[in-house]
């Protein structure tokens, strides 16, 4: 369907893609120098459209999976980039983003390793890779008012570090994060 050519059309898509009711695909893809990541929807003709460019500065860099809701708004995170170039979690509104919140280190979280889940409620849910009270990761909450917060500091051992996935059940309200252990080790 599409190959990514590198520059500012994105290459290294990093995640699945996410559909609309008519068709069309949305996702997010790596960069280059030139241009650290893109947002992108593509028609079921195959023509690509790029929503979004970062520009690897304050608006992120290095893109990961993106969640659409139903009035056509697109969230995700930023590996990179920022304010410490630490990661984002951002809106793309009709291409105009917003940034949602700044990653700063810290207890906070750094290094989001993947896009965000979103309950009914208009909630925000991610990991991230570094951070938190042992420097492990942490799973966070952005809420539909606008506030952060911390639900969980991986500790390391048995009880997992350095999260890389994120999921959102609904029924019943249940929360995964999937962390590295011994027998769950990084994928390749």
Known sequence: MLSFPGGDRGSYPVAGVVFDPVGNLY?????STKAPGVAFELDPSGTETVLHIFSGGADGANPNGIFRNAAGNIFGTAYQGGAKNLGTVYELDSGQETILYSFPAGTDGALPPAGVARDAA???YGVTYQGGSAN???VFKY?????YSVLYNFPGGSN?????RVSLWTR????TALPITADRPMPA
């Open 27 to 31: 996702g997010a893809a790596y960069g």
């Open 122 to 124: 208009g909630n925000l």
């Open 136 to 138: 492990h990761g942490i």
């Open 143 to 147: 809420d539909s008012t606008g506030t």
């Open 172 to 175: 019943p309200a249940t929360f």
């Open 160 to 164: 997992g570090a350095y999260p890389t």
